[in-house]
């Protein structure tokens, strides 16, 4: 979603803030803008569309001006054109603003009966006008005060006065080499260079500058100029994510590149943590994780969105197994505005990629606020919900640059495959299935067995190469395959943007089977696990009304070979682990049908990285 960077030093500002544009492209957006603060004016230009197309409009511009911010916009108010995108310019300040301003039709109702004249549709506009109609208001009461006192009075002023979550920057006239922000609910994140300060609304546009990173604190107004950042509480810490981890790296696409590097980041994953002898405890702080957690854990709640929400559901498998854990498992944008239940030894898990969804974080706030004990699975260090959680048990995919999340999901899937042995352990419960102590063995040779199913990938490519004629494409799988194929199935629309669904084996013949013909293709995913045999009888249903198989299953099994149309194999690995490996190829399945259709693989339509409104 909207992306800020801003910049004030002693370089040329526009390359860098046009940098950063590119490097939050990925987050998803549809119009981009710059101003620059020259001499005695601003120098804004805007664009709907891509960032390349605002590239274009600066020749000649740019070339003195030390001092800039900028902006990717996803509409939210107002239609995606070049009027809506970022920055807004209000009298004497122009500002750029992520996150959503609930309020705003009051505030214009009342701007507007006050003379304001607005020029957008926007909610950000609303904001602009409302600190610069302080501004003025101020001003004419205290003549004699600086600019920069009243323009710090006025921002109070307006964000006592407008309700929601959101982050700005903005420069104003007269007040050069200086730039003024909050973060109130949207993250910022700045950096102090040799030539100046860096601000961001996410580590992707700074790393690759410096990696001595703070993530501001919310509710504080900062000063940013040439000398660095000026506002209480700032904590400054090295990430260790480096440059080269946000290049593609001579893959063609960052979401090919990611999955390639999941062999590695489940390695990563699970580097330090996982007992050698496979009987001791993870390496995790344990003492406080049974503390905190599981000491009296009566039910846990696992709850997420999107790709984040299958491994949740996949999951619940687990911690239903090995932990003997009631585990419900919720979409964060139900599960917030229902009544769910927190009795005395509730525990809520909430597993995000970003650390930034709004509904993730409002699930979080909400468990916290009753009570429960709470931890998170994120990626991304120091994120807000990994901030807000009791207790971290971090994913360690590095940055995720693709919109559509590979790595980021097999990485949760691991952590939480490891978690709920491990919870199984400090419950003390007796494993009477022999998939605890296989699935440990499961974790310590995944990379290995992920390098075997990727390189397959070429024939997995092809397979969805061929997909991209069919009338409708489903997904089935039972047990924890349903999860993965749910997972399959939304890889597959966030792509290709062609229909696909995600079904239990078992619920065919409750709907789906309606349809099936033969420009039906129907991916089953058909290891040779307990649920083996009740799986194959879905498929002879199938296949007896004409729909185009494609079983994933296990290597050399005959049978299913002999009632699908096409057959992947992949090794046969242990039940907490064949989900991780059988998320592959649905991944490849998708990606090589998005390229034959000739789709944006990193950047789906309308699609966005890191949702952070509701
Ligand atoms: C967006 C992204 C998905 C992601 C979901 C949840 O929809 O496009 O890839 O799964 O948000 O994001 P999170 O960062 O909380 O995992």
């Not at 300040?93 to 109702?109: A, C, D, F, T």
């Not at 998170?376 to 048990?393: G, H, K, L």
Request: glycine residues 8%; hydrophobic residues 40%.
């Amino acid at each position: 979603m909207c992306g800020i960077v801003g910049y004030v030093g002693q370089k040329q500002a526009l390359p860098i803030l046009l940098d950063g544009l590119m490097r939050l492209e990925y987050r998803g957006y549809d119009s981009a803008g710059f101003a620059l603060y020259s001499k005695d004016h601003f120098e804004i230009k805007r664009n709907a569309g891509p960032v390349q197309g605002l590239i274009d409009l600066t020749q000649d511009c740019g070339k003195t001006e030390t001092q800039g911010i900028a902006h990717t916009r996803w509409a939210t108010h107002g239609a995606p054109n070049e009027t809506n995108a970022h920055p807004h310019r209000a009298g004497e300040i122009v500002l750029v603003h992520n996150g959503i301003i609930e309020n705003y039709s009051q505030i214009k109702e009342y701007l507007s009966k006050e003379g304001v004249q607005f020029s957008s549709q926007t909610d950000t506009e609303v904001f602009a006008q409302l600190i610069e109609f302080r501004r003025k208001e101020i001003a004419k009461k205290n003549p004699t005060q600086s600019a920069e006192s009243t323009l710090l009075q006025s921002m109070k002023k307006a964000i006592d006065e407008v309700e929601g979550h959101y982050a700005i920057v903005l420069m104003a006239l007269g007040i050069p080499g200086k730039l003024f922000g909050i973060q109130n609910g949207a993250p910022l994140v700045v950096s102090k260079l040799k030539d100046g300060a860096l601000i961001a609304s996410d580590i992707q546009a700074i790393i690759p500058y410096h990696n001595e990173v703070c993530f501001l604190p919310k509710g504080e107004i900062f000063i940013a100029d040439k000398d660095g950042f000026h506002a209480k509480g700032l904590k400054f810490e090295t990430i260790d994510w480096t440059a080269d981890k946000v290049e593609k790296n001579g893959f063609e696409s960052f979401m090919l590149k990611e999955i390639f590097q999941q062999p590695m980041v489940v390695a990563d994953t699970l580097t330090g943590r996982l007992p050698l002898d496979q009987k001791s405890p993870f390496m995790w702080d344990h003492q406080k994780a049974h503390e905190v957690l599981w000491k009296n854990v009566k039910r846990l709640y696992l709850v997420a969105c999107g790709t984040s929400s299958h491994a949740a559901m996949a999951a619940k498998y687990y911690f239903e197994r090995w932990a003997r854990l009631d585990c419900q498992v919720d979409i964060a944008s139900e599960f917030r505005y229902r009544d769910p239940v927190f009795e005395p030894g509730t525990v809520v898990g909430v597993i995000s990629q970003s650390g930034e969804t709004a509904d993730t974080l409002a699930a979080l706030r909400l468990a916290n606020d009753a009570g429960a004990s709470t931890f998170s699975i994120c990626n991304v260090p120091n994120s807000t919900i990994a901030r807000e959680s009791s207790f971290q048990y971090p994913t360690k995919a590095g940055p995720e640059i693709g919109v559509a999340s590979t790595k980021a999901f097999t990485a949760q899937l691991t952590m939480l495959c490891a978690l709920a042995l491990d919870v199984g352990r400090l419950r003390g419960i007796q494993q009477t299935k022999d998939s605890a102590q296989k699935s440990f063995h499961g974790l310590a040779r995944l990379p290995q067995d992920l390098d075997q199913v990727l390189s397959q990938s070429e024939a997995f490519i092809k397979i969805g190469e061929k997909l991209k004629n069919q009338r409708i494409i489903l997904f089935v799988g039972r047990g924890t395959m349903y999860p993965i194929a749910l997972e399959g199935a939304l890889k597959f629309k966030e792509l290709t943007y062609l229909p696909a669904e995600g079904f239990a084996a078992g619920e065919l013949k409750h709907g789906p089977i309606a349809y099936i013909d033969p420009d039906v293709s129907i991916i089953t995913l058909a290891p040779k696990d307990e649920w083996y045999s009740k799986t194959i009888s879905n498929l002879e249903e199938i296949r007896a009304r004409g729909g185009h198989i494609i079983a994933i299953g296990t290597e050399g099994d005959t049978e299913i070979q002999k009632i699908s149309n096409e057959f992947i194999g992949l090794p046969k690995s242990a039940w907490g682990t064949q989900p991780i490996l059988s998320v592959i190829p649905l991944q490849l399945l998708a990606y090589g049908c998005a390229k034959a259709l000739g789709r944006n693989i990193d950047k789906p339509r309308n699609l966005a990285k890191s949702v952070t409104v509701e």
